[in-house]
């Protein structure tokens, strides 16, 4: 049997070029060699303010985003994650051998505290044990995550072992997939590309959007005129045109780049050129599911059903573990 993986995508609003060779393109590319769950983990993205009406669009959006990019239903497993109500079950049962002092150390705990000083709640702090819950729910082997996430698999390796140490051997320690890592700046040139910051090129975006974007992103800050040389090694422009752009091409902007021979508007016009190419395919498949919403659903609720099966079975084991079945 092969191992199995679990991974999750917040429906944030939209699936960005960050979201997609952060992460989703390294879950195309193990969908032939593990058992798969992917998972639109709507629960993990409510400890913000949001319209819940927008909400319910965006959850579809998601889903149809990852089948558009290669998320395959007929090789993997796609589900909504509140559709089984057993991951939230399995975090309360979690909360109460979680030291708070654990939550506390978490580096995203302490980022999110800042972008969301107007509503620190109680998701923020707990939201590594509901990830956890997510992972171990499946009796995951393996997790495939960014160089961001590292810690919180640590985290649900720990919360395993404790749990096994007081109630019995239940839950594996799932491994961690590193795979290549690409990180990816926003447009700003500094952060992490992200909605929240309006640094984003979204995976449908047209045409025009995209230049649109490109034509104003922050360039090699020392290239203020044509004539400037620029260090192509710290132009956010340039990290980008590795993921879109021929061997040829990225020579041809890095030499032009160090030498002035182009200035910053025709290297973005050739990168503009690229992402149009590369994402074009990915906008005419997202118009066929936009059309054919019964689908979508059927998948998911196909996803809902194979998980559901799996999480049952844990959640029986678990509740004989804590003895709460008499």
Not at 168 to 193: C, H, Q, W, Y
Not at 217 to 242: E, M, Q, W, Y
Request: glycine content about 6%; aromatic content about 8%; overall charge neutral.
């Amino acid at each position: 049997m092969r191992e199995r993986i679990f991974s999750g995508i917040q429906p944030s609003g939209v699936i960005h070029i960050g979201n997609y060779h952060g992460a989703i393109k390294n879950w195309v590319k193990l969908i032939d060699e593990y058992e798969c769950i992917f998972c639109v983990v709507d629960y993990h993205a409510i400890t913000v303010q949001y319209s819940t009406e927008e909400f319910r669009g965006r959850i579809l959006e998601a889903a149809k985003t990852l089948i558009v990019v290669g998320i395959d239903p007929e090789r993997c497993t796609l589900f909504v994650q509140s559709r089984v109500p057993e991951h939230t079950e399995l975090t309360w049962i979690f909360n109460a051998v979680t030291p708070v002092s654990d939550l506390k150390r978490m580096t995203q705990y302490k980022d999110k505290r800042q972008q969301s000083a107007d509503n620190i709640n109680t998701g923020l702090l707990t939201y590594p044990i509901l990830m956890a819950s997510d992972i171990l729910l499946y009796k995951t082997n393996a997790v495939p995550v960014g160089e961001d996430q590292v810690q919180h698999l640590e985290f649900t390796r720990e919360l395993a072992r404790r749990f096994n140490s007081r109630f019995g051997s239940t839950f594996p320690e799932p491994k961690t997939l590193l795979g290549e890592t690409v990180r990816i700046k926003g447009l700003d040139g500094n952060a992490k590309m992200s909605k929240s910051l309006n640094n984003y090129i979204a995976l449908m975006e047209g045409k025009d959007e995209i230049w649109n974007k490109l034509r104003v992103a922050v360039t090699d800050p020392a290239r203020k005129r044509k004539t400037d040389p620029g260090n192509p090694f710290i132009c956010n422009i340039f990290s980008l045109h590795k993921l879109f752009s021929s061997d040829d091409e990225i020579n041809t902007v890095e030499n032009g780049c160090k030498t002035a021979g182009i200035g910053c508007i025709e290297c973005k016009q050739i990168l503009s050129k690229n992402m149009n190419i590369a994402l074009s395919p990915f906008r005419e498949k997202k118009k066929e599911l936009d059309n054919n919403r019964d689908y979508v659903l059927d998948v998911l609720e196909e996803g809902r059903k194979f998980c559901s099966a799996i999480a049952s079975e844990t959640m029986k084991e678990v509740r004989e573990k804590i003895g709460v079945i008499y």
